[in-house]
Nanobody, 111 residues
Framework: QAELVESGGGLVQPGGSLTLSCVAS????????MGWYLQPPGKPLHLVATSPKTGTTYYIDSVKERFTVSRDNDKNIVYLKMNSLESEDSGVYYC?????WGQGTQVTVSS
């Protein structure tokens, strides 16, 4: 059964960095496009970035130049590297691939 498991969230000060991981099992990440999503506290879920199977990753304007999606196909993991974090980046981050959602990982940006 396909499954995605996120990790790497935590509490970080504004301006800090975190790298989230999305480990896939039961599916091969190199075969699929995927997305990272954020649900801020009290707000709806929204797209952060989409990474196609091949080609250019799309980022929403608010995270461009700060966030980077990368893949380790050997380990079957997709990463979201987040730099220069802002309070507005806080919330639960989810990865999505091939109809499967991960359970989410909490990111809190606060001093």
């Amino acid at each position: 059964q396909a499954e995605l498991v996120e990790s790497g969230g935590g509490l970080v000060q504004p301006g800090g960095s975190l790298t989230l991981s999305c480990v896939a099992s039961g599916m091969i990440v190199s075969n699929y496009s995927m997305g990272w999503y954020l649900q801020p506290p009290g707000k709806p879920l929204h797209l952060v970035a989409t990474s196609p199977k091949t080609g250019t990753t799309y980022y929403i304007d608010s995270v461009k130049e700060r966030f980077t999606v990368s893949r380790d196909n050997d380990k079957n993991i997709v990463y979201l590297k987040m730099n220069s974090l802002e309070s507005e980046d806080s919330g639960v981050y989810y990865c999505y691939m091939a109809g499967v959602w991960g359970q989410g990982t909490q990111v809190t940006v606060s001093s």
